[in-house]
């Protein structure tokens, strides 16, 4: 989000005025050449950092939860990294949809925070995960999931779905690495221990495995614009932005989002 500088003869836009925005590639930079198809304006009253951390983190919340995982009122539904800043959005929506949430977090710093958000239940991933949901979640079965974990938490929770249940993958924590350098290695053996689970056994048990990145919605402007306005209609809560970074501090943002001890979104401000 910031400021336009310079706009096209022909745009709806003008110089000076407060936006926010969303680009496939290049955002750590000082100034963007952007379509304006994919520039709303910033809402009144709202920092630019709260614009830099609301249109992909709701809007990945909001196409795993209505377009793919239809949550229904009622629904019990696992959302990881839930103090996160799609983890934050999505039980904001799921709530607003009459959801049982859960949300999961690997530190028990972030439980308070996920507590006043207004989750149901709360857990801290661990080797007891099963046994953890089994006791927060009644019926010990879940509708709904967001997942971004991968590795047994991936697993495990496919096996705690209940029939008609799906799981909605965006992404894969478990392949992180805290250091500076890849351990290959490690990557190695955690792609090769991946969670396989078999296509052909999903109709006996009816659940469903489904997978997105928004960056494929890229081309699809009007899509993306409906879901801006049905989540402007929802009137959720403000972004939370938990931690902001100097520009010339990049690297160090990038390390502290790697390090799994983050809530909200991470910003970067120019």
Request: charged share 20%; glycine share 10%; proline share 4%.
């Amino acid at each position: 989000s910031g400021v336009v500088t310079k706009a096209g003869r022909n745009s709806s836009y003008s110089e000076g005025q407060a936006i926010m925005g969303i680009t496939r590639f290049g955002a750590y930079t000082t100034h963007l050449n952007i379509d304006e198809r994919y520039v709303v304006n910033l809402p009144e009253g709202w920092s630019f950092e709260k614009g830099a951390a609301y249109l992909v983190q709701a809007m990945t919340a909001y196409y795993a939860l209505i377009n793919l995982g239809n949550v229904q009122k009622g629904q019990k539904v696992l959302i990881h990294s839930g103090a996160g800043g799609v983890g934050l959005f999505a039980n904001r929506i799921a709530k607003k949809m009459g959801a049982f949430t859960v949300g999961t977090t690997g530190h028990d710093s972030k439980i308070a925070i996920m507590q006043e958000e207004g989750y149901d239940a709360t857990i801290i991933r661990s080797r007891r995960f099963s046994e953890d949901i089994a006791k927060v979640v009644p019926g010990e079965k879940l509708d709904l999931i967001l997942e971004c974990i991968g590795g047994k938490i991936l697993k495990q929770g496919f096996e705690m779905l209940a029939p008609e249940g799906r799981m909605v993958v965006y992404g894969s924590a478990h392949f992180t690495t805290q250091a500076d350098r890849p351990n290959y290695a490690r990557l190695l053996y955690n792609y090769v221990l991946r969670p396989k689970i078999d296509p052909l056994q999903l109709p006996n048990t009816n659940r469903s495995v489904m997978g997105f990145n928004l960056i494929w919605l890229y081309d699809q402007v009007e899509k993306m614009h409906h879901m801006i306005q049905q989540l402007a209609a929802m009137n959720l809560p403000d972004p939370k932005v938990g931690h902001s970074f100097p520009f010339a501090d990049l690297p160090n943002a990038v390390r502290k989002l790697r390090s799994g001890t983050t809530s909200g979104k991470v910003v970067v401000i120019v």
